[in-house]
Nanobody
Framework: VQLQASGGGLVQAGDSLRLSCVAS????????MAWFRQAPGKERELVAA?????????HYIDSVKGRFAISRDNAKNTVYLQMNNLKPEDTAVYYC?????????????WGQGTLVTVSS
């Protein structure tokens, strides 16, 4: 499966952004999806994950709970990350990822990353 992420940009603290990731080349609903991020000088971390169905299980790291929401539209082969009340510490390159296993910390397939910069 190939993944193409988009939607990053430069915003101010408190603003919102929605990231999108379009999948192609394979049956989208076979994959659990996730968003990771990597801030400068830090390790890549799992931000949010969603299982195979549109109303499936979701998981978030504590620092984004209540602010971020992951969702998917299997008809459009797309996974989203709605990010509200952004903070400067959310600044990172965000990657979408796919794996047959829900919540995998080492997913098999990766998108190219989209940069989110939050100014204070």
């Amino acid at each position: 499966v190939q993944l193409q992420a988009s939607g990053g940009g430069l915003v101010q603290a408190g603003d919102s952004l929605r990231l999108s990731c379009v999948a192609s080349g394979s049956t989208f609903s076979n994959y659990a999806m996730a968003w990771f991020r990597q801030a400068p000088g830090k390790e890549r971390e799992l931000v949010a994950a969603i299982s195979w169905s549109e109303g499936g299980n979701t998981h978030y790291i504590d620092s984004v709970k209540g602010r971020f929401a992951i969702s998917r539209d299997n008809a459009k082969n797309t996974v989203y990350l709605q990010m509200n009340n952004l903070k400067p510490e959310d600044t990172a390159v965000y990657y979408c990822a796919a794996d047959y296993q829900y919540g995998s910390v080492r997913p098999q397939y990766w998108g190219q990353g989209t940069l989110v910069t939050v100014s204070s």
